[in-house]
């Protein structure tokens, strides 16, 4: 059971926490929604995948947000209380450094948890989804790019003859004339607009009408038939190569990063394995680069915290490299800058430290 001051700790950290997720993930959705927006105005994106590539964005990135929005509401909440004369009042109450510490870790636990998951299973499921979506529009963006309104379109030999007379919004077809002569019977069809693409297993192309008529017979015979369709899909046979998607490592799914020896893949497993990791450091990380007497000035102190956080995912961005590169060896891996940033703040912070100062008086 907790007691009232754990509680009372806890609250303020969750109060800021939270209203920092909420601005960040505003910040960050506006910038999507813009970016998204683009795509769309210049035809590089369908409309209809603009809400799930927004909802899939945020799941991948949510991961890499969590870890500094820990490290502010901590921050930001341990210097109101100490602004507030409360840490002073609650280390002469007893409650010193080793409670805060319990108390954080207390919160940093779950907190590191939900970012494992994310980081760990929605994220390389969510980069798979999005690159298979931009795949899909890429590929039929090169598809209508190289058709032409008002032209006739000669395929499998002769055989096949499509005619296009508009394309709308350079994503769907409109006043198409198909005259397919493959079978025993020649097929005329006709439809006031329909859309064009590739077949993402065997290769093949795709067209499928909407709202149009065909007529079944051969020239000369009397012998017609003649129906209405609304959806009618012609399938033409494409050079057997399939679109593959390429390979990514945020793509891989973790499981198959695990016992792996590739450096470029133990990069991208301690990658996704750093989130989590760096909201405990943090969390050890914020305590001391807080003043707790309010009468001492904490510039320094605020100074050093944001030097430290910089520095923390700089150092993370050089120690994957170095990883990937072979520059250090796998045995070592790249999370050793986490202990390495918490240790120098802690060295720095020593002279000022209270056991020292206790331990100089003896």
Known sequence: MLKIIDRYLLREVIIVFV??????????????????????NVGGLNVDFFLQLLRLQLIRDTSSLLPPAFFL???????????????????????????????????????????????????PEAATTIQEIRLQQREQATQLAGLQAGRFYIEEHGQLIIYIGAIVQRRALGNLFILDRRGTRTQLVVSAGGT????????????????????????GDGAF????????????????????????RATTPTMQLLNTTNPAQRAELEHRLAAPLAIVMLAILAVPLVEIS????????????????????NLQRLAENWLETG?????????WYQLAIVGAVYFILMPDSLWLKRLRQR
């Open 196 to 219: 064009h693409h590739l077949d993402t297993v065997t290769g093949d192309h795709i067209v499928t009408l909407q709202q149009g008529y065909r007529f079944d017979g051969q020239a």
């Open 19 to 40: 209203a920092i997720i909420v601005i960040l993930l505003f910040i960050v959705t506006s910038m999507m929604v813009l970016r998204i927006l683009e795509e769309v």
């Open 73 to 123: 509401a901590v921050l930001v909440s341990l210097n109101r209380l100490s602004r507030d004369s409360e840490l002073i009042a609650l280390n002469a109450c007893g409650v010193g450094m080793p409670r805060l510490y319990r108390i954080l870790l207390l919160l940093a636990v779950p907190i590191a948890l939900l970012t494992a998951w994310f980081s760990l299973k929605l994220q």
């Open 327 to 335: 520059t250090t060896p796998l045995w070592l891996g790249s999370l």
């Open 225 to 248: 038939l003649i129906g209405q369709f609304a959806t009618y899909q012609l399938r033409i046979r494409g050079n057997g190569t399939p679109p593959q998607l390429p390979s990514k």
């Open 294 to 313: 309010p009468r001492h000035s904490t510039t320094w102190r605020l100074g050093l915290a944001l030097l430290a956080y910089f520095s923390f995912f």
